[in-house]
């Protein structure tokens, strides 16, 4: 049922994407700031209340709502399974930014290109090269997909129903938005870095399997360590080596250059490797749900 859940999922989100999710995060953002408002006193034991409340009854809830579902027939379960993951999953969340400015890219629009990057990774107020766009620009999918997609399908699959998702997508959120709450923050963004662990690790295998597994592995195991988020940093420097690019390497923002080291072997970033990027992403993709497929049929047989 789970393979069926996530092929339907995104196939509805590939026909029909959810057109408008401002109103899902305006409600999940006025709910976070409630919950810092009324937590927050400064200590790391309130954070972990706050994310308890933020994050245990909508999980709990998505386990029992599909065990009534599955009680009452296991196609309202499967229905009900579609619906979370096609609420969780934001594959065209980002891609859309993406197409937009791979194709500006190689209309030789630098400015329409620009736009599109300051709109997706947040305005800086630089000027960047077409190297530079196009090396973020790689990043930024790498590392959407990842907590857009594959993060989310690996929970969905190791936990019961649809808890797996709701509880990864809100974990993410929270630990970002309580970043910059010292210890208030301090235990979502720790809670994170435990769920992201081994789904890091099971999205970088997959990048090595279906692009340069070699290059794709040395870099995991030599570089990803060196990136400030190690966890970012191991899909980062998988995908690059997979793809055979060169990302990373200081960047100038607004407030001066910051240093990041060199991920991935090979050849500067250019236009062609934002459609590697692509391709690189759905074959990944593909190999997951064919795995799953044939864990499913073994498990019947």
């Given at each position: 049922m789970s393979v069926l859940a996530i092929i339907a999922a995104l196939v509805l989100e590939q026909w029909r994407p959810l057109a408008d999710r401002?109103?899902?995060a305006g409600g999940l953002r006025?709910?976070?700031?409630?919950?810092?408002?009324?937590?927050?006193?400064?200590?790391?034991?309130h954070?972990?209340?706050a994310w308890v409340v933020a994050v245990a009854p909508p999980v709990v809830a998505a386990v029992l709502a599909n065990e009534l579902a599955r009680a009452v027939h296991p196609f309202l379960a499967?229905?009900?399974?579609?619906?979370?993951?096609?609420?969780?999953l934001g594959f065209r969340q980002f891609s859309h930014h993406f197409t937009s400015l791979q194709l500006a890219?190689?209309?030789?629009?630098?400015?329409?290109?620009?736009?599109?990057?300051?709109?997706?990774?947040?305005?800086?107020g630089v000027v960047r090269s077409r190297e530079e766009l196009i090396r973020l620009a790689i990043e930024d999918a790498l590392l959407a997909s990842h907590r857009h997609v594959f993060g989310v399908l690996f929970w969905f699959v190791l936990l019961p129903g649809p808890s797996g998702a709701i509880l990864y997508r809100l974990a993410a959120y929270l630990?970002?938005?309580?970043k910059g709450l010292g210890s208030f923050g301090e235990f979502a963004r720790r809670a994170f870095r435990v769920l992201e662990w081994p789904a890091v690790r099971v999205t970088a295998a997959a990048f090595a399997v279906v692009g340069d597994f070699e290059d794709a592995v040395y870099c995991w195991r030599t570089q990803a360590h060196t990136?400030?988020?190690p966890e970012a940093g191991l899909v980062l420097a998988a995908g690059a080596g997979a793809m055979g690019v060169r990302l990373g390497m200081p960047v100038q923002e607004a407030d001066g250059v910051v240093p990041r080291p060199e991920l991935g072997l090979g050849e500067p970033a250019?236009?062609?490797?934002?459609?590697?990027?692509?391709?690189?992403?759905?074959?990944?993709?593909?190999?997951?749900?064919?795995?799953?497929l044939v864990i499913s049929v073994a498990r019947l047989v």
């Open positions: 401002r109103g899902l006025a709910f976070a700031g409630w919950l810092e408002q009324t937590f927050n006193g400064g200590e790391r034991a954070g972990v209340v499967l229905l009900f399974n579609i619906a979370v993951l096609y609420l969780t890219v190689k209309s030789g629009d630098l400015d329409a290109a620009r736009a599109e990057l300051e709109a997706w990774h947040g305005a800086s630990s970002n938005r309580w990136w400030a988020d250019d236009a062609a490797f934002l459609d590697s990027t692509v391709g690189l992403v759905w074959r990944a993709l593909v190999v997951c749900v064919f795995a799953l």
